[in-house]
């Protein structure tokens, strides 16, 4: 039996509105039309001309979602859907759920790196370098405490950890992550809240490294990234799958 295509899940929209509409609509349409992922989506002209927005509108929302990993373009050939889209069936909004489960893909990368990182920075910093990760978990944790803009001194932090593993390109891949994943201004992953539970946590990951215990190191780090997956999780209503 003929797949009906994708375009016939689309209907106008009401007003021309930018943004969570459109995206809401393209969601709605990849999961009821059964869109798999390697599947290629109509034309940015067909999607516009169905939804009633103009060709730019649809660019804006496809390169949002090429910035959460959720599809593909190939140059003259067209874009394809790189990962499950599903629709939220709770009271989560369905880009707040597809910005979740992006971080969690994107947490799976940086979790394999981060424990390499960590294991090699235990083993190779000096004392100067073991001192200076302590020092910068104090100031970190003392601004979070007083709820002072804290994203600066984590950086710093971290980066201290990075440049003691000997390996330089660890803390530039690691930054290109967190950088890779674009965020709207009205997401929950993008508030000073967002992960503070796992900040008691960077305590015994520098007195790990400062003890020189690589497998303590590990475990700390791990407990750390395990903290913000769950709080991504609890944000989107549940285990994505």
Not at 82 to 95: C, D, F, I, L, Y
Not at 142 to 170: C, L, Q, T
């Amino acid at each position: 039996m003929k797949r009906e295509s994708p375009l016939s899940y689309l209907e106008p929209l009401e007003t021309r509105t930018r943004g969570v509409a459109i995206l809401d609509a393209l969601a709605d349409m990849v999961e009821r039309a059964g869109v798999q992922i390697g599947d290629r989506l109509p034309p940015e002209v067909a999607l516009a001309q169905q939804l009633g927005v103009g060709r730019s509108t649809i660019r804006e929302a496809l390169n949002r979602w090429q910035g959460l990993g959720i599809i593909r373009r190939r140059r003259g050939d067209g874009t394809y859907l790189s990962a499950r889209v599903r629709t939220s069936k709770s009271m989560v909004p369905t880009m707040v759920r597809l910005e979740g489960e992006a971080l969690l893909r994107l947490m799976e990368v940086r979790r394999a790196l981060e424990n390499d990182v960590v294991r090699r920075a235990t083993i190779h910093a000096s004392a100067k370098q073991r001192a200076e990760i302590l020092r910068l978990c104090d100031v970190l944790l003392i601004e979070v405490d007083a709820r002072r803009p804290w994203h600066k001194v984590d950086a710093e932090f971290h980066r201290a950890i990075y440049d003691a593993s000997g390996n330089p390109m660890f803390g530039e891949i690691l930054f290109r992550l967190d950088q890779a994943l674009e965020r709207s201004s009205e997401s929950p992953f993008g508030s000073e809240e967002f992960g503070l539970d796992s900040f008691p946590l960077h305590r015994p990951l520098a007195a790990m490294i400062a003890s020189a215990d690589p497998d303590g190191a590990v475990a700390a780090v791990n407990k750390m990234l395990d903290s913000v997956e769950h709080e991504i999780r609890t944000l989107i209503g549940g285990d994505p799958g």
